[in-house]
């Protein structure tokens, strides 16, 4: 049984939504990513979303855009985020490690080489933004000959055909994408949210991530009724840009930790 599998399971036994923390690699500097995601588990997150720095990323507001562009400047590659997951493994075997990246790094290295690489250094799940389903077989191949899970993203305008073709090929957990608009947008409408999870289960077993949107702990709260899990990236970035290496470890924990006991109170 997969990590992701596993955990997701044991949080629905617990009656529990698990809470994915995102952060980019390599951001502010690379000799703090591995203590900050033992940090963020210490303080209640579930998953780990590892953002894999890109010079365009499409999909990311401003905010998370800067992150790559902190962690660019320290040349920090896919390999080296891949590094950064074996080590976090030498003390955490458990909690689940996705990354979230473009296409460009990934066909650079090659699909094998990536997927090898991926289960050597123990990623649990790749979500690659910019690769639609209809051009993900060989991807997604050597990621399952790997027992890697490949993630994908349902939008608020993905249709009934959309979701199934998607949900087929998706294995670990389905993202929607909760609002229009970039990572760090506003105006997120949970009733609108509980709708469109309704009819994603429709087409899938799967569990069923919510992100972009969520910046505090009553918005992971109002989420957490709905969904499986809680995805939160901008908000934590945002501190990321503001604080001194020291504070980070120390106020981003605690924003995780505050979100994590808001959504414990409601699922109880």
Do not use: W
Not at 146 to 159: E, R, V
Not at 162 to 174: D, K, L, P, T, Y
Not at 179 to 207: F, M
């Amino acid at each position: 049984m997969s990590r992701l599998t596993q955990t997701f399971q044991q949080l629905k036994s617990q009656h529990k939504t698990a809470l994915i923390p995102f952060i980019t690699a390599g951001d502010p500097n690379p000799t703090l990513t591995v203590p900050l995601m033992h940090k963020l588990v210490v303080a209640g997150a579930s998953i780990l979303e590892l953002g894999v720095p890109f010079s365009d990323p499409m999909a990311d507001g401003p905010v998370i855009q800067r992150a790559s562009e902190r962690a660019l400047e320290y040349h920090t590659s896919l390999r080296d985020v891949l590094e950064m997951v074996a080590d976090f493994r030498q003390d955490d075997n458990e909690t689940p490690v996705v990354l979230m990246g473009y296409l460009n790094p990934i066909e650079t290295m090659g699909y094998k080489t990536f997927a090898k690489a991926c289960a050597k250094a123990g990623v649990d799940g790749v979500l690659t933004v910019d690769m639609p389903p209809e051009e993900a077989e060989d991807l997604v191949r050597q990621l399952t000959h790997q027992a890697c899970d490949t993630i994908f993203l349902l939008a608020p305008t993905s249709d009934a055909q959309r979701m199934e073709r998607i949900c087929n090929q998706a294995s670990g957990f389905v993202y929607y994408v909760s609002l229009k608009g970039v990572t760090g947008s506003n105006q997120l409408d949970v009733d609108a949210v509980a709708d469109k999870l309704a009819e994603i289960r429709q087409h899938t077993t799967l569990p069923i991530g919510v992100g972009f949107g969520i910046k505090t702990a009553e918005n992971a709260a109002a989420v957490a009724k709905h969904a499986d899990a809680v995805v939160v990236g901008s908000a934590l970035v945002a501190q990321i840009e503001q604080l001194n290496p020291s504070q980070i470890l120390v106020e981003l924990p605690k924003l995780i930790q505050t979100m994590r006991q808001a959504m414990d109170e409601v699922s109880l």
